[in-house]
T-cell receptor, first 108, second 115 residues
Framework: DQQVKQNSPSLSVQEGRISILNCDYT??????FLWYKKYPAEGPTFLIS?????DKNEDGRFTVFLNKSAKHLSLHIVPSQPGDSAVYFC???????FGQGTRLTINP | KAGVTQTPRYLIKTRGQQVTLSCSPI?????VSWYQQTPGQGLQFLFE???????NKGNFPGRFSGRQFSNSRSEMNVSTLELGDSALYLC??????????????FGPGTRLTVL
């Protein structure tokens, strides 16, 4: 039972354009969501989070949007840079239920 | 401040053996969580320890166990290893706020290969 789903295993975006990574969840009790970025041979690093009392949180080039009625969140990266190429995981609440990850590749 | 460290970084074992992995959290962090990452399943939560007590548990068999020491360092043990246990095992530490609304910092992981 996958409570957090990232349906796109990979995404390829041109440098300078917007990257949009999506995440869906099923448990309406989740009240805190996080995005992590992972490079090969390293542990995930925290990127940005959002509480369920908000619908948007912005940090520099990264913005997370939360649509509670649709149980959907998305991460926008704009403009995308080659260094953003990594696997991105969304995670929900306390014991961090993770999605399967989306591999983002930024093409120069 | 030193980050989360995990030892060993790489490990090769054979089926039926047991293994112990170690995690040292960031100084001051009292919560340590363990995750298993496999290509098909993504990151799966194993368990979380806080102040030497298991506070949360995922859906893994009893062969997977852990403990936390008074200095917050944690160990994870897997007994009777199976081929499917081959994975990257990640530990993460946080200050351990109730309700989980605290950023977790991950270590580099231990790559376990079971032959």
């Amino acid at each position: 039972d996958q409570q957090v789903k990232q349906n796109s295993p990979s995404l390829s975006v041109q440098e300078g354009r917007i990257s949009i990574l999506n995440c869906d969840y099923t448990n309406s009790m989740f009240d805190y969501f996080l995005w992590y970025k992972k490079y090969p041979a390293e542990g995930p690093t925290f990127l940005i989070s959002i509480s369920s009392i908000k619908d948007k949180n912005e940090d520099g080039r990264f913005t997370v949007f939360l649509n509670k009625s649709a149980k959907h969140l998305s991460l926008h990266i704009v403009p995308s840079q080659p260094g953003d190429s990594a696997v991105y995981f969304c995670a929900a609440s306390q014991k961090l239920v993770f999605g399967q990850g989306t591999r983002l590749t930024i093409n120069p | 401040k030193a980050g989360v460290t995990q030892t060993p970084r790489y490990l090769i074992k054979t089926r039926g053996q047991q293994v112990t992995l170690s995690c040292s959290p960031i100084s001051g962090h009292r919560s340590v969580s363990w995750y298993q990452q496999t290509p098909g399943q993504g990151l799966q939560f194993l368990f979380e320890y806080f102040s030497e007590t298991q506070r949360n548990k995922g859906n893994f068999p009893g062969r997977f166990s852990g403990r936390q020491f008074s200095n917050s360092r944690s160990e994870m043990n897997v007994s009777t290893l199976e081929l499917g246990d081959s994975a990257l095992y990640l530990c993460a530490s946080s200050i351990g706020l109730a309700g989980g609304q605290a950023e977790q910092f991950f270590g580099p992981g231990t790559r376990l290969t079971v032959l």
